[in-house]
Each structure stands twice: as C-alpha cells, then as structure tokens.
C-alpha cells in the first residue's frame, strides 16, 4: 500500500497541469442536485445573490461560498426539492457577469443515464443560458454493482469453510508442532480472505455504480438506512464462517462440540465494532446543519478528535455490555485460594484492588489464558482451562504476570496510545486529503474516482500505522510484565513451564515469523521464553528441555 502512495501523488502532479482557463458552472445530479460555480469575480456575493434568485423555485435557503484561490470562488447551492427526473434552471443573468467563456460540467452517478442541453464540456460565450438535465435509472449497473459486491463471499465463504474442515481432518491425530503449525497458517489464510474478499468487492462495487444512492433514489429510503443495511450484510457474510469454524476447531483443543447458543456468543464480539460504526453514521447523518458548519470551520485535528473519540467510545462502551452479558453467563466458581493470593500480593505491593477475581468457561473451545480488564474499576479473569492445566505455582506466576500489568498500568498506556496517535494519524490523513483536494477544479471530470483512490489509500495506510505502533507497545508491555514475574516467583523456571503448558494446550505455535509477530500483540512464546531464560542465567537447551516434557505431560493426558 505505501508504494500506492508516489503513483498517486505522480497522477495529482501531471493532472495538475492541465488547468482550465475558464469558469465553470457545475450541476451534479442524484438524489439530490449540486449547483456549483467554479468563478473569477471581484464581486462573488453578486453572483451568490443571483443563483439564488435563479433557484427560488426550488427552495434553496442558502448559497455558500468560499474562496478557492485569490480571487478564485466556490460558489454551491444544494437542491433536494426536485421531481427525481428533470432538472432545469435559466442562467443567462449569472453568465452576464461572468468572465468568458464558461465551460458547462454536467455530472451524475453512475447508476444515471443523463441527456443534458448543453451537453457536458461545452463552453458558453454568451447568450440565452438555459440548462436541462433529464435522468432515469440505469438497472445494469446498479445489479453489477450488487453482484460484484457480494457474489464473491457468497461463493468464498462455504469454500472455505470446507477447506478448514478438510485440512483440520487430516492433522486431528498429528503430533502438537504439526497441529499448531496448521492452525496458525489456517487462522491467518481464512481471516485474510474473510476480510480481503469483502473488501476486494466492496470497493470496486462502487466504481462501478453507487447502488446504495440508487436503491435511495428509486424507493427514497434514506441513504444512511440503506447504507446500514448493505454493511451489515456485508458483515453478516464475512464473520458467519469465522464464527462456524468453532466446530471444527473445538475438538483440537478438547472441547466435543460447540453448543448452539456458543455461535450466539461468537457473534456477540462483533457487535461493538458494528454497532458503533452503525451509531456513527446515524450521528453523522442525523447532526444538526449548525454544528456540522461550526466543525468544519475547526483546524483538522480538532475536526478528527470528536469523531474518533466517539468512535472509540462507542465502541468501549458497547463492548462493555456484550462483555458483562457474557461473562454472566460463562462465569464458573473461582478457587478460594487464588482470590486469596492474588488480595495478598496486591496488598503486598500496595496497589489497588481488583474489584473482582473470576474465573471463566471460554467460548467455542477451552482455552488457556488469563487478562486484566477495566480501567476505574479493573478485574483479573482466568479461563477455567487455565486453572484446570497448571498447577498452583504456575497459576501464581501467571497471577503475576498480570499484576504486573495492573502495578505499570499498561492498560491506560494503551488507551492514551490510541488515542493521540489514532488522533495524529488520521489528522495527517485529512492534512494530506485537504492538500489533494486543491487539485479538484484541474481534474473536475475525473474527480469522483480520483478522490476515492486517494481517500481509501490514505486511510487504509493509516489504520495500518495505527495497528503496528500500538501492536509494537503491548508487545513491551508483555515484555515487562513477563520480566517482573519471573522476579517475584520464586523460580523462574515455574512461569517459562507455565508459558510452554498455556501455548502448548491452546495449539500456539511456538514461534512466529518476524513480519507476523509485528502485528501480534505478544512476541513469539519461544522468544518470551528465551528472554527470560536469558535474564536469570538458564541455558537455552534447559529452556527446550522444559518444553519438550510439557509436552510428553499433555500427549500422555
């Protein structure tokens, strides 16, 4: 994607070239009808006062202007009074004061067959100005679209699930590196052309036509319904087959089936990032015209932060709820014991407590893992699996690990890191937006694709930054944590058993590639591992020694 980038910013530099040497009057039409007036004048409140004169009957209550370059208007008015099918208006007493000539822009979405008089790219010297725009639907495309956008999961998503079910098949009765190594490559293959497919369609479905405009235009269903309804299809094909995989994977990790209401669960993570992103486009869609103006009338970082900030509210708080539902639902009874412990250490080190200590029944297979939660009010969670495999130092040294994490408050680092940077980020995206949007009036015609290219490449870039930078700090954070729990155990040797037992049950794999550990959120276990070995002067063929009767333990259960 960064290699994207230069092409891009080459195409802007030779489009910038070629720049009309007239004004211009521009009409795109679609559900609603854009008047723009692209003028020299020294007076543009004249000609604003008159394109309001102009489209009185139609009810436009106001014109805005801004200054392009010195001396160089924008002069828009919005229309969304008009009968969907004919739209005409008389500007011969603007084009009187207008420098000549005047070059007519007639655009429309792509799901429009348009018949302007005059024909788009005319120039007008003078004279009587009358234009007529007539549309009417083009059904081609508007089902090409469609079908570009979803066939290709329909068709990939039961592919690839049966794909999973063969390979999982094959290795169900392999040794632990050879299941461990097919999960890993399976997990990354499916995920990619889970997300990539939907996105691989989605984008040159609408390049192809604006089929949610369409769909509004023929049953004037608000575009914002319409787009909340096409997405979450889109999400329904793309997670189901994630979610059903949990079949064929939960007896690889001990589990003989998955209950039904599990699938339920599975579906409940997605919730928070599509219901906030659903939330977000009704605000978005639904805000009043004044603070709409008064936003975007701020510097850009001020612009980006509420939005983003809500975003990541939304989709916390919706998150929090999915996450007490659930947890109400898999809690098992704790061991008396380990409450008692981890109150005592975190007496000992004179930190706040934990306002809960549970433990828990993992969704869709028995997983091995432990987690602190919250930020006022933080809790410690251990799977049921954990608790059931390792023995009582190993729960203490992993009970540490976490601790740890609570003592250096890595949490709210976290927090602060996706904030600011999230906020530096996508200010920069819209820095560079603002810049490429200069070029719009050179390149008029071209325009629509030319900015999507550049918004989806700038913001793609982006999200990857912001995944990698805060990937790269919960890997110290893990790197902390693992070197202050190796120190208040009293072996170390217990917590790397502990780390070989927890990447062992859950079918890890031992070691990640460099380029893939950049976007996990722990480094390779074996790395962890080593590092500690490292650190209190155990010999690496100790540290593999280690692994090795771990897993003779777990292949003789």
């Known amino acids: ?110 799901y429009l067959k348009i018949v302007s008089t005059p024909i788009s790219g005319e120039l007008m010297y003078g004279g009587n100005l009358t234009i007529r725009v007539q549309v009417e639907v083009d059904y081609i495309p508007v089902i090409l679209g469609l079908c570009v956008c979803y066939l290709p999961s329909l068709i990939a998503a039961p592919l690839i699930l049966r794909y999973v079910r063969r390979r ?35 984008i040159p479905s609408l390049f192809i036509t604006d089929y949610p405009g369409a769909i509004t235009f023929l049953t004037g269903i608000p575009l914002i319904v319409v787009l909340i309804v096409l997405l979450l299809l889109l999400f329904i094909i793309m997670f189901t087959p994630l979610i059903y995989s949990m079949k064929y994977t939960a007896p690889l990790l001990g589990e003989k089936e998955v209950k039904r209401r599990e699938y339920l669960y599975g579906f409940l993570f997605f919730v928070p990032m599509i ?39 939304l989709a916390t708080g919706l998150f929090n709820l999915v996450d007490r539902f659930l947890m109400s639902r898999l809690e098992k009874p704790l061991e008396p014991w380990i409450r008692d412990y981890v109150e005592d250490v975190v007496k000992a080190l004179g930190l706040k407590r934990f306002k809960r200590v549970r433990k828990i029944r993992t969704i869709g297979g028995r997983v091995a893992n432990a987690m602190v939660k919250g930020v006022l009010n933080k809790e410690l969670v251990l799977t049921e699996r954990l608790v059931e495999i390792l023995d009582e130092e190993e729960i203490k040294a992993v009970i540490a690990h976490e601790i740890t994490h609570h003592k250096y408050k890595h949490i709210e680092l976290h927090i602060i890191l996706w904030v600011v940077a999230g906020i ?134």
């Open 275 to 313: 219901g906030a992103y659903i939330i977000l486009f009704l605000v978005i869609a639904y805000m009043p015209s004044s603070v709409s103006e008064f936003l975007e009338k701020l510097p850009i970082p001020l612009r980006v932060a509420p939005w983003y900030l809500l975003g990541l509210t």
């Open 424 to 557: 530096l980020i996508f200010s920069g995206v819209g820095y560079a937006l603002e810049y490429i949007e200069k070029f719009k009036y050179k390149m008029i015609e071209s325009w629509e694709i030319i900015s999507m290219v550049a918004f989806l490449s700038l913001y793609i870039v982006g999200f990857i930054s912001l995944i990698l930078i805060s990937r790269f700090v919960m890997r110290r954070s893990e790197d902390k944590a693992d070197s202050e729990a190796s120190k208040l155990i009293s072996d170390p040797r217990v917590y790397i058993r502990a780390l070989a037992k927890i990447t062992i049950m859950n079918l890890g794999p031992m070691k990640i590639g460099k380029i893939l550990e950049k976007f996990e959120t722990h480094p390779s276990p074996i790395k962890r591992m080593l590092k500690i070995a490292r650190k209190h002067g155990i010999p690496e063929d100790e540290v593999k020694e280690i692994i090795d009767q771990v897993l003779k333990e777990i292949t003789q259960q």
């Open 168 to 202: 999982l098949e094959k290795v169900k009765d392999k040794g632990y590196y050879v299941i461990s190594e097919t999960l890993r490559k399976l997990s990354l293959t499916t995920t990619l052309l889970l997300v990539c497919i939907p996105l691989a369609s989605f």
């Open 1 to 110: 994607m960064n290699g994207l980038m230069p092409l891009i910013l080459l195409l802007f530099i030779a489009l910038s070239i070629v720049s009309p040497n007239t004004n211009m009057i521009i009409i795109d039409v679609g559900n609603s009808v854009f008047i723009e007036l692209m003028v020299k004048a020294d007076k543009p409140n004249l000609i604003s006062n008159k394109l309001k004169e102009v489209l009185a009957p139609y009810n436009v209550k106001e014109v805005h202007i801004e200054e392009i370059e010195k001396g160089i208007y924008s002069i828009r008015a919005k229309i969304t009074e008009w009968n969907k099918r004919i739209f005409q208006c008389n500007l011969t007493s603007i084009l009187i004061e207008l420098e000549k000539p005047v070059k007519i822009v007639i655009k429309g979405d792509k």
